[in-house]
């Protein structure tokens, strides 16, 4: 058969993204030329298995051995194929899950899950569209009270304006020819627009090293568009812990830290809108999520109860405060939303993501898990919710790491040993320069399925690339030839025990939660893996080390950025807003270190 | 007889002094000596009545042939006397009218007057003393959570906590041991204080010319302190409309008139805290009455619309706002009541007056007048409550007048003239500087009754103390030796045409609301005068001049300032706060300019 010149159409789902290639073209080689990033850790040889997409129409090449040997029958029957192997022969629909798309895109995705379905009545804002009565020297009513009249003629009832729009409102209804689109929260008018401009939302999702924010259409729930910055607080102090001892420490250390927060937002702010082609005063609304610590440095709140034991939080109802008094560039009528704080260590950040996920509305048995810093654990059963906090450190930040880094460009992001050798993926096809988050999970994992080190996580010195180094060994990923830096990248005896140390605090934590709710973890339905290290980690790894319990895989589910879309959710929906504050008061804090036995509990998990 | 040494005690009412002085001594002279100033306008030769006073026990010596003369049948029978007079035998009782007592000792008797006795609920604001738990391990609830359960177990319930607050709370709690005095407005928690602390008010008055403020104890309703200062946006213009021009032609022309009252209000809380050994951060709540254009300048609202056609305010509704908005050095978590403005021209301050009188509770035919650059009038009948706004000028305050003057020392305040010679009293006793209100509205009165100026205001110019001007006549009170600054004091033809201007603006606008009312002056049951200038005025002169109706003269009342007293009991109770809001609703703004007939009932009392 002669090579043919078609050119075959393949849609990639749920992206729908459209491409065209040439017959004879595996679908990973389609997918790279098109800039789609898949999961291919092996580079292509069908040896890792991590590039698993599914066939939803058109006809692919016949199965190959390798495919038959990576994937179980059940994920055959289903129509998954290895991108590497398989080959369109004619035009195909392909759909890409959540695990196998990298990065960029898979942060372009998860902005587009769901959003709610909100009724009229539930929006935080909604616009009116007014026409108003100009007063005569017989009609002598304030311009409040013509407001106010219109708007009880449209409707809502005991209606009331926002302080902030008393100072603008009579030019604007004179400038607006007495015709305004009146932007109203619940039943208080904060903003009068021109009827063509909509009312725009910001989300942001303040953690202790990043800052995502969301610029949204209230008037559609459309996210409009995302940015992200470093939070500068970083400079006082890289967890929150030093940042804490910061504004204890010094003289106006707490607005120091709050102004820094109020400064990058602001910029944020205006970023997002030159970019949408908006205005921030057309911003009326904010939700702000963050852990606890942070939401104190973000309120200007007390720290120093927060620092020290009992550690307590100043405040952990949800705040609902005026943009103003943030100095927030917004409209002069804007709020700022800021949901509850659960306890001193189980923040606004945790409650968003279990409504981002969709997971507060369960009835089943499951766990939702935000690993970081603090890896906060939230575990439903049977209508009680049970939560903790668990100090898991910086190691899957890439801190404490002697080749660690954060994800970012040249970052060990995948890897697997097979046969003597090691193979690995870096973030955007650099050079390898170190390790991120989840390449050190999967090294660890990897080294331990191995063989190549034990369960204690001592390694074996015959293997070929365990060297000897001063005080110990380590494993050379790739030598001072491959490194873009020169350096060996290498997982030493130090690097294990990091790993020991925060898979075994968060498995404590799990163990502790079932404990307390009296479960095994056979009974549950569902395992939810949140926030940036939680999508780009390798369940199978995870489990391997012991951080996760051993469940059928199909239970995990890694969910992406679910705080954020908790966030954008709150800033849409009052109802929702009233179903974080009912699932706050829901959930039970368990101290961990109040706990009996934990410290043995903790012990017991600190084997590979 | 001889003479004795015999020491009488007198003891003045409602004053509450006591005094000592010798037999032989009139009444009026042993109030000189102590420094009681009683209106003694003929300088104590029984010619012109004004110093009566009332004999409570005691005796007096017997009725002299003035008294017989210058006092009625009903005011003999009821123990009047004239202190310049009656000379006491023994020791007596002495009641002073409020019409006789002059200046200091007048405004501080205003001062006293009686204060409405307010029931916990009504309060504005109350206190509870609190014991709340210490955190512990398992005791995790926030700070805020722990403020809130301590308030709602002492029965508030439904407890919120004011943002300014939550900045300070935790370190607070701290200090005072977990035994707060919590501050609650409503059922909000707006400070913490040690239990000794008492929480205080701040009652203001800001007229276009002057500003009063009242210090109160809101635990025991007692005024613990008084000041008064010039309004310092008389810089920016004399009167409202010049300073609505300077608004309007100035960028940041609002934000300067609005920093300069605060600034002033920032210095007056601070002199008056020293004074009564009081921290400005122990005022948790403030009102603020004033006209409806100083409003907009406090408020910072727009005022453009309502310096012209057809005057419309920005808002009308009552405003509670934070005090941090303003930028007073008040309690983090202070609000500023701001009551009702009636219409363009009808501000918070005649409602506030409405309030302090009184005669909100009325069920009889009432008219209550604030006499001022803009007179407000309201008339009550039959639960219908109208009111105008009469454009009387500057005239009353000494401008416009060719000898006029503020009410300050040396200023005539009371003129008669019998015989052909005019008899004067000043301010403090001084020479003669020139006139103020009061002493300009008796000039007329006294020149119209006098025969020596006609129904027209045309001057009999053989009147002896009557002289030829370049352009006019004019009548001379103290000539260029007597005058203290060696320029006579006289009064001019122009004068009494500003005179006839005012009282035809003032009686202009009664005889409309009276019009509107559907009745005749004969109906009213009282007249109430309020306000600095209509507390000194001698209402018999009003009356002379057909400025105020023919009416028994016992219906008027010079109540003082009653503006004052009703926003210090607006500070207190939150009944009175919701009868305000309901007295504003019922009164019915009638707009003099669009009556019919308005010029022609405004020229028909251009006569005297």
Redesign the interface.
Known sequence: MEPSNKTIQIEWQPLGLKTESGEDQTLLAAAQKNGLRLAAVCGGNGTCGACKVQRLAGELSPLSETEKEKLTQEEIASGFRLACKAKPLGNVKIHIPKATLLTEQRLQLEGESSLPDISDSARVIQTIDLTITE????D??????RLKDALTDSGIANCT?H?AL??????EL?LLKWQPRAVLRGNEAVALFSPEIPPLGLAVDIGTTKIAAYLVDLATGQTLGRQGVMNPQIGYGEDVVSRIAYANATPDGRETLQHALIAALNTLIETLCEECGMAPKQIVESVVVCNTAIHHFF????V??LGK?????????S?N?PAT?FGLCTAAGAAVFIPE?V??YVGADHLAMLIGSGIYRTNNTMIAVDIGTNTEISLFHQGSVYCCSCASGPAFEGAHISCGMRASAGAIERLRISGKKSHYQTIGNQPPVGLCGSGILDAVAALRTSGIINHRGNFDPDFPSVRKTVKNYEYVIADETESASGKAITVTRADINEIILAKSAIRSGLEILMQTAGIQAEALDAFLVAGAFGTFLDVESAVAIGMFPEIPLEKFSQIGNAAGTGARSLLLSSELRKESSRLATRMT?V?L??YPDFNDILVSWMYL
Do not use: K, M, W
């Open positions: 007063p005569t020297i017989t002598h009513r304030a311009d409040s009270v304006i302080p008393l100072s603008t409102l009579s030019d004179r309120c200007n709140l007390p120093r109860q034991y009992p550690f307590i939080a100043a405040v952990s109802e705040l405060l008094s704080c306890a001193g804090y101290e270190s109040a």
